[in-house]
């Protein structure tokens, strides 16, 4: 949907709300903007060309809209949403709002939530439910919901019916109108509305405000194509759509001048990079040949479908250097039939082939991976067929699902068979091998000297400091206050599960300059 449609959409929606026959009608709440989502528009892909934008600013009218006032800003979901929420924390700041910490300071609340599975929209709706009295404490509080939940009719229907306390609700492909939507709010008693349903285009000039100094994510896509069969992002997220090569080496020359140590390239499926970019021939392999050639201590990328990995891209990370040997890869099956059933696109065979060329050129390579159990109707041997898949390959970490129908999606329509304690069953076995090969691969650093990008203090304890070795383990460790932010050799001396504990044996700050100069 673009501007002109948008505005055609709200007008016919104001013009509907006198009819009060249809009980699912909550357009009579509205007299401002009401553009609902629609999961069918977004299903649909169309041969329209991506527009590309350079040309956002905050218009006259809006300047100042945010003095005196804090915004406070909740994200859940993947990192694709927490760079979105920076995104929307530099529109804020460019309104002139200041961040806050405090849900009691804010003036301005925002959930950036995720509708990946049915628990964390619950999350997100619980949350709504506290905020009520904040609300009632505070009704020039504006409230509002945005990021991939927005972009579902039955989550915009319940909390137009449930929470009447929410004050706006926009989408995905909305977060640049945020200062119109604001002001909207700030001029209306009615919920505000406007959730896009489109493709969606490439907006590049957003202002953006990062979270930390010393890893950054970037943007390299947009969207998915890919439709398996469980998924809710192809419809939340809109078609794939790459920014240009020139663009994204731009933001990462420039991160790197600014002192950044990491930079984790982001796309729903990156390895479709370029796929759509008509006038050359570019792909996921040829950028990080490229971004490999700038001096950022380290380069990652997330995430990967195995159907698009080709082999230039592991010809470019077998290069190593700033490529850091660690490959999210997410499987969700071992089962053939079952990856037939979820549109994976790929088999076992072709999945393990994948895994061997990928060991083959890169030895040294640590894989974690994605797995769904309990899909409709898996059966005992096909969850055993992906236990049988994850020793084969030997997973240092993965993040398991009970699979969560999506309204919308295919998977959702399907007949199952399998009861929930079987799935659970299946869950706790799968997390149990998990947690052993991740405890096998946490031992082998015991007594090793690993290189550890130094985040901060540890959490638990301001004495001790945490960081991320290049395979993303993390490391706790004693060390001076004055290696936070650079590379640093620590030996281990103690693995945990999930974790490594040792000592600083070196401060090598030089690692930077080093990779600088690499061709
Ligand atoms: N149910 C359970 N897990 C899901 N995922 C995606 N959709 C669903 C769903 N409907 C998992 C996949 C994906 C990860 C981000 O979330 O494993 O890779
Ligand atoms: Fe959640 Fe997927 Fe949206 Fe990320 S893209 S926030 S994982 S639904």
Redesign the pocket.
Known sequence: MNENQRLESSQAKADNSTDKKSAKDYSKYFETVFVPPSLKDARKRGKEEVKYHDDFSISEEFRGMGEGRKFYIRT???Q??EHDTEVMAGIFMALGYEPTDKTDDADVILLN????REN?ENKVFGELGHLKGLKKERPDLLLGVC??MSQEESVVNKILKTYQHVDMIFG?HNIHRLPNILNDAYMSKEMVVEVWSKEGDVIENLPKVRRGNIKAWVNIMYGCDKFCTYC??PF??GKERSRRPEDIIQEVRQLAADGYQEVTLLG?NVNSYGKDIEDIQYGLGDLLNDIRKIGIPRVRFTTSHPWDFDDRLIEVLAKGGNLMPHIHLPVQSGSTEVLKIMGRKYTREEYLELVRKIKAAIPNVALTTDIIVGYPNETDEQFEETMTLYEEVGYELAYTFIYSPREGTPAAKMQDNVPLDVKKARLQRLNNLVNELSAKAMKTYVNQIVEVLVEGESKNNPDILAGYTDKNKLVNFKGPKTAIGKIVKVKINDAKTWSLNGEMVEESAEEAVSLAEVN
């Open positions: 859940y979901g993947c694709m949403n939530t995720c509708a990946i964390a990021g991939c995905t809710i992002v939340t997220r729903q």
